[in-house]
């Protein structure tokens, strides 16, 4: 069964900088997509980021420009940096992927913190 683990969360000061790593514990050559998905306390799951397997990234309105989403299939990772955090950035980050039979996969999730 193929497993995400994620890393790098953490306690940051707004402005802050954090990188988010995804590693698969098969190749993710043929995964349709991976990325991230984010939740705040009391809020829904909503989409940060997913990169294809062709293509370009689809960013969030409300992180564009801060954060950026890469893809090494051969190391099995997708990497989120995180620039110029803000406090409305808190919440749980959980690693999504979609593999090449249409099977959705979930991290255990990482928290990251935005505050003073």
């Known amino acids: 069964q193929v497993q995400l683990v994620e890393t790098g969360g953490g306690l940051v000061q707004p402005g802050g900088s954090l990188r988010l790593s995804c590693a698969a514990s098969e190749s993710v050559f043929s995964f349709n997509y991976m990325g991230w998905y984010r939740q705040a306390p009391g809020k829904e799951r909503e989409l940060v980021a997913l990169?294809?397997?062709?293509?370009?990234?689809i960013v969030a309105d409300s992180v564009k420009g801060r954060f950026t989403l890469s893809r090494d299939n051969a190391k099995n990772t997708v990497t989120m940096q995180m620039n110029n955090l803000k406090p409305e950035d808190t919440a749980v980050y959980y690693c999504?992927?979609?593999?090449?039979?249409?099977?959705?996969?979930w991290g255990q999730g990482t928290q990251v913190t935005v505050s003073s």
């Open positions: 990169i294809p397997s062709r293509g370009s990234a």
């Open positions: 999504n992927a979609k593999t090449p039979v249409n099977r959705i996969l």
